[in-house]
């Protein structure tokens, strides 16, 4: 490029006419075309400088280009790895969620299975404690203490009343207040059978108990009507066989 336009200087300069009046000698036209031609390639210089310039701009517009472009690429690959970052936190935090809770579940499997376990010991020995009570009051009462029966008795209806044992419970207070020859309070006692559980097995027994008292007070009318009121509402128990036998005319009463 330089070398065309310094040519094209040199080439101009050369055509120019020269005046007619003016001779010069060798030397001087030749220093007059050198310095003619460093003005040439001076300007030639300063010609492709201005061009270079030119070519840098260009060359860091196509940079500059370059730069954006990459940049919008990783702002682009940011976004993709903010979505894929995202993606990751939620499935690890719908993993701990999950695994919580299948623990929670698991946990409150664990507490119902010991909660039975207890329920079920808890109940195994409830029957057990009142099964002592129980034969421990009656023992008093076969060994002729028939004072500490009842009250042992009575205890064990307090502590347990709803328990299946009550009834029989209350019908044995009602023999050892017979065997005490405290035939009204036997009376009481056996009534209280057959008001609280009258389906038991222990209320024909209690209404026999009834008839033997009133027998021993005299009262033989009503024990008649017991033992007839036990036949007719018990028939199948073996206190309702005992009281036909003792309805029957001349059997002991």
Same mark, same amino acid.
């Given at each position: 490029?330089?070398?065309?336009?310094?040519?094209?200087?040199?080439?101009?300069?050369?055509?120019?006419?020269?005046?007619?009046?003016?001779?010069?000698?060798?030397?001087?036209?030749?220093?007059?075309?050198?310095?003619?031609?460093?003005?040439?390639?001076?300007?030639?210089?300063?010609?492709?400088?201005?061009?270079?310039?030119?070519?840098?701009?260009?060359?860091?517009?196509?940079?500059?280009?370059?730069?954006?472009?990459?940049?919008?690429?990783?702002?682009?690959?940011?976004?993709?790895?903010?979505?894929?970052?995202?993606?990751?936190?939620?499935?690890?935090?719908?993993?701990?969620?999950?695994?919580?809770?299948?623990?929670?579940?698991?946990?409150?499997?664990?507490?119902?299975?010991?909660?039975?376990?207890?329920?079920?010991?808890?109940?195994?020995?409830?029957?057990?404690?009142?099964?002592?009570?129980?034969?421990?009051?009656?023992?008093?009462?076969?060994?002729?203490? &028939?004072?500490? $029966?009842?009250? =042992?008795? /009575?205890?064990? +209806?307090?502590?347990? *009343?709803?328990?299946?044992? %009550? #009834?029989? !419970?209350?019908?044995?207070?009602?023999?050892?207040?017979?065997?005490?020859?405290? &035939?009204?309070? $036997?009376?009481? =006692?056996? /009534?209280?059978? +057959?008001?609280?559980? *009258?389906?038991?097995?222990? %209320? #024909?027994? !209690?209404?026999?108990?009834?008839?033997?008292?009133?027998?021993?007070?005299?009262?033989?009318?009503? $024990?008649?009507?017991?033992?007839?009121?036990?036949?007719?509402?018990? *028939?199948?128990?073996?206190? %309702?066989?005992? !009281?036909?036998?003792?309805?029957?005319?001349?059997?002991?009463?």
């Amino acid at each position: 490029m330089m070398h065309r336009v310094a040519a094209a200087l040199l080439a101009a300069a050369c055509a120019l006419p020269l005046p007619a009046r003016a001779l010069f000698e060798d030397d001087t036209a030749r220093a007059r075309i050198e310095a003619l031609r460093k003005q040439v390639e001076a300007a030639a210089k300063l010609v492709d400088e201005r061009l270079a310039r030119v070519e840098d701009r260009r060359a860091l517009v196509d940079l500059a280009s370059q730069i954006d472009a990459l940049r919008a690429d990783l702002a682009r690959m940011r976004g993709q790895l903010e979505v894929l970052q995202n993606q990751a936190d939620n499935a690890d935090k719908r993993g701990k969620d999950l695994y919580v809770d299948i623990d929670t579940r698991l946990r409150k499997l664990e507490q119902a299975k010991e909660s039975a376990a207890a329920d079920k010991g808890s109940a195994e020995a409830l029957p057990a404690a009142e099964t002592k009570a129980y034969e421990a009051a009656l023992n008093q009462f076969k060994l002729g203490n &028939y004072a500490l $029966a009842i009250s =042992a008795f /009575q205890g064990f +209806l307090v502590t347990y *009343p709803s328990s299946k044992l %009550a #009834p029989s !419970a209350q019908y044995w207070i009602g023999n050892a207040h017979f065997a005490q020859r405290d &035939y009204k309070q $036997a009376v009481a =006692a056996q /009534q209280k059978v +057959l008001a609280a559980w *009258p389906d038991d097995a222990k %209320a #024909p027994d !209690a209404m026999l108990n009834i008839a033997s008292a009133q027998d021993a007070m005299g009262d033989r009318r009503g $024990a008649h009507r017991t033992l007839e009121g036990l036949v007719a509402k018990y *028939p199948q128990s073996p206190a %309702a066989a005992s !009281a036909k036998q003792r309805l029957t005319p001349g059997a002991k009463k």
